[in-house]
T-cell receptor, first 113, second 114 residues
Framework: AQSVAQPEDQVNVAEGNPLTVKCTYS??????LFWYVQYPNRGLQFLLK??????LVKGSYGFEAEFNKSQTSFHLKKPSALVSDSALYFC???????????FGSGTQLTVLP | GAGVSQSPSNKVTEKGKDVELRCDPI?????LYWYRQRLGQGLEFLIY????????KSGLPSDRFSAERTGESVSTLTIQRTQQEDSAVYLC????????????FGSGTRLTVV
């Protein structure tokens, strides 16, 4: 079985400050990890992924995420938040043998001007 | 097409009626998924199609739900005798065989059962 936990339903951060959206996972074997963003009335958009290699992954719009195997975490980060980053963020995991992604419950990020 | 298209974008239906939701995936993307997103919740896996293989229906919540896909083309998700708890956004996603590249999602169909 595979599962994802996003412990924070809501994250608020001031514009220009660094942001972190937390994600932990559980999976058999090596994980494939993803972050998606959802703007209002839109489908999910791919941000970044970790498959193998460097633990620090860089993605779209200045976002990055760090894979930590010992802590089974894949937190999303950005050094300087923008108001336009306000959206719903989903972490997802897949094991090598699974055919579908399992998504977390989502974290609503609000960047305050 | 360039993206995953879903129709209709919004559907309001009366309890007990049947509805059909459509997904038109990216050409060449052999894998297609349906997910359900209830208000304020994460994505719930419903069904997965891969080419001409038998679909993985393990996520369908009841026998009122069914889905079809012919080859690598359009898919339809049918909900029979709709109930109010079926109200949600239904998302379709497609990917090529390199599934580690993640999914491309459609904009979803917002279903409201009144």
């Amino acid at each position: 079985a595979q599962s994802v936990a996003q412990p924070e339903d809501q994250v608020n951060v001031a514009e220009g400050n660094p942001l972190t959206v937390k994600c932990t996972y559980s999976v058999s074997g090596n994980p494939y990890l993803f972050w998606y963003v959802q703007y209002p009335n839109r489908g999910l958009q791919f941000l970044l992924k970790y498959i193998t290699g460097d633990n620090l992954v860089k993605g779209s719009y200045g976002f990055e995420a760090e894979f930590n195997k010992s802590q089974t975490s894949f937190h999303l980060k950005k050094p300087s938040a923008l108001v336009s980053d306000s959206a719903l963020y989903f972490c997802a995991v897949r094991s090598g043998s699974a055919r579908q992604l399992t998504f977390g419950s989502g974290t609503q990020l609000t960047v305050l001007p | 097409g360039a993206g995953v298209s879903q129709s209709p974008s919004n559907k309001v239906t009366e309890k007990g009626k049947d509805v059909e939701l459509r997904c038109d995936p990216i050409s060449g993307h052999t894998a297609l998924y349906w997910y359900r997103q209830r208000l304020g919740q994460g994505l719930e896996f419903l069904i997965y199609f891969q080419g001409n293989s038998a679909p993985d229906k393990s996520g369908l919540p009841s026998d009122r739900f069914s889905a079809e896909r012919t080859g690598e083309s359009v898919s339809t998700l049918t909900i029979q005798r709709t109930q109010q708890e079926d109200s949600a956004v239904y998302l379709c996603a497609a990917t090529d065989n390199r599934a580690n590249y993640g999914y491309t999602f459609g904009s979803g169909t917002r279903l409201t059962v009144v």
